[in-house]
């Protein structure tokens, strides 16, 4: 091959990496099952892509911030998390109070042309970015850096599990134990505060009657099933009625703190859980 036919290859493989507007990349931890009996292992891995489906994305120990579960006592499995393996950690409960686990990353950066970073704003409602980049008149490409801060919700009865903040940078707090009604009230918190007019987006996918998730390479991608902006408070109830697993996912955008880094950095939330 030519290195001007290696140059485009190259090329075309970024950009088919890079999210895109129509395709917003959410990041989840994805489980083998939901509920376990005390004792019985679950496979938890990481997944970057929209509506359940997507790519499963291996353990990066560089650039891991944290990664926990909250269980009978709290374990921090960064320590055994094994570098380049897709599956992240296995959990065995010891009560069937639940588990939360949480993972923050470090950031990323990346690049978009103008329109297609103005489009994304758009589509994920980050508004005030995209105002202040057309007040500034800004119609240079979109310098961007973001960071992921997923959670899991493995079904247990004890509360305060799910519904103590982890101290994420950015996190989506359950104000009950996640599918345990027909409604979720939530609260988006940003450094420790509720962030009102935030938009939250939820997706719904069914769940074999094994109790087992579903390969998220190979299943079929759903669409939206919900979203609307927080409150004052920062809080949103989110419809869960249907049985099956969900994802809820929001992402805040500010200026970039280090300005030679990227212009703006994001950060990316998400909950999944399941209702029975």
Known sequence: MSPNAS??????????LAPTPAVAHEFWLSPSRYVATP?????????AGTGFRGEQKPWAA???VRFVARTARDLDLTRVADNGALDWA?????????ALLCYESGFTP???PAAQFDAYLEAEGLDEALATRRRDHDAGPGRERYRRCPKLWLAGGDAERATKPAGLPLEIVPLSVPGA???????????GRP???ALLKA???SIGADGRTSDPVTRDSCAVAWQQRTDERGEAEVPVAAAGEWLIATVDMRRSRDREAADWESTWASLTFERP
């Open 90 to 98: 296995s959990l065995a409960p010891s009560d069937a109070g639940g």
């Open 110 to 112: 990346i690049e978009l």
């Open 62 to 64: 560089p650039h891991a």
């Open 39 to 47: 004792g019985q292992a679950i496979r938890v891995s990481a997944v």
């Open 203 to 205: 997706w719904r996918s």
């Open 7 to 16: 140059k485009i290859v190259a090329l075309l493989l970024l950009a088919s």
């Open 181 to 191: 009604g027909a409604t979720l009230s939530v609260r988006v918190v940003r450094d």
């Open 195 to 197: 962030l009102l007019n």
